[in-house]
């Protein structure tokens, strides 16, 4: 009843020659069980990733053959496979909607879901803050600092936009610092995206990661605490 309900719902969107944005689910499912019972972790996680992809290319050939030819009349805007849950989003007319529902290897389609991004909560303004931080308190990370734990003799890699190594809060956290000014950056730094003017040298394109890092171990030694682990070095 539930499968018919959202069929009905995907038909209605498509109703009066509009287009519609859903997902195919197939019928057909793979056989884990031999990834059940491997015992090595990076084994099992190929198993079934290849179990998955096998049974998906298999069982998605012939409705993809066909989206193909639908898409070359018209009918189908884009449609995209998937391995993971054997099905295929399509965007396309009632014509090609009607012909997959009819496959008897079609499980069940459904209207494919609208998400949106909610709009940030109103806060209030503070000039500045000089205090441990709000979520750092939430973390409840100053009572673990009171015992003598905040992170001394750790490295903290971070794989985000960056890093403004130079910043006071960050600073004295790089690993890559060696006082006064001097850095050495090598084996300290790695410029995943090739986004940094000079490859060998720490920047941030957004400041994304300067922020993470600095939730993660900054501190500029005063008042304001707004890492977690400030006794940390970070590697970037």
Same mark, same amino acid.
């Given at each position: ?45 190929? !198993? ?15 409705? !993809? ?13 884009? @449609?995209?496979? @998937?391995?993971?849950? /054997? ?61 003598? @734990? ?53 920047? $941030? $394109? /957004? ?16 008042? /304001? ?12």
């Amino acid at each position: 009843a539930g499968e018919a309900r959202q069929l009905r719902s995907a038909l209605a969107e498509v109703a009066g020659g509009r287009s519609a944005t859903y997902v195919v689910v197939l019928r057909e499912r793979a056989d884990l069980t031999a990834a059940a019972v491997a015992t090595d972790r990076i084994a099992r996680g190929r !198993l079934v990733y290849q179990a998955l992809k096998a049974i998906a290319d298999s069982s998605q050939r012939p409705l !993809l053959e066909i989206l193909r030819a639908e898409a070359a009349l018209g009918r189908v805007q884009r @449609f995209r496979s @998937f391995f993971s849950v /054997n099905a295929i989003a399509v965007t396309s007319n009632e014509t090609t909607l009607r012909r997959l529902a009819s496959l008897p290897q079609v499980e069940q389609i459904f209207e494919a879901p609208a998400l949106s991004v909610p709009q940030p909560m109103a806060g209030t303004a503070q000039a500045r803050v000089q205090a441990v931080e709000w979520n750092v308190a939430k973390v409840r990370a100053p009572e673990v600092w009171a015992r003598g @734990f905040t992170g001394q003799g750790i490295v903290i890699a971070s794989l985000d936009t960056g890093v403004e190594y130079t910043h006071p809060a960050l600073v004295d956290h790089y690993r890559g610092a060696l006082g006064g000014g001097a850095f050495d950056h090598n084996y300290n730094w790695w410029d995943a995206t090739a986004s940094c003017p000079s490859p060998a040298v720490p920047c $941030d $394109d /957004n400041q994304h990661g300067t922020h993470t890092t600095g939730t993660m171990a900054g501190g500029d030694g005063g008042a /304001n605490q707004m890492g977690v682990a400030p006794g940390a070095n970070i590697n970037p």
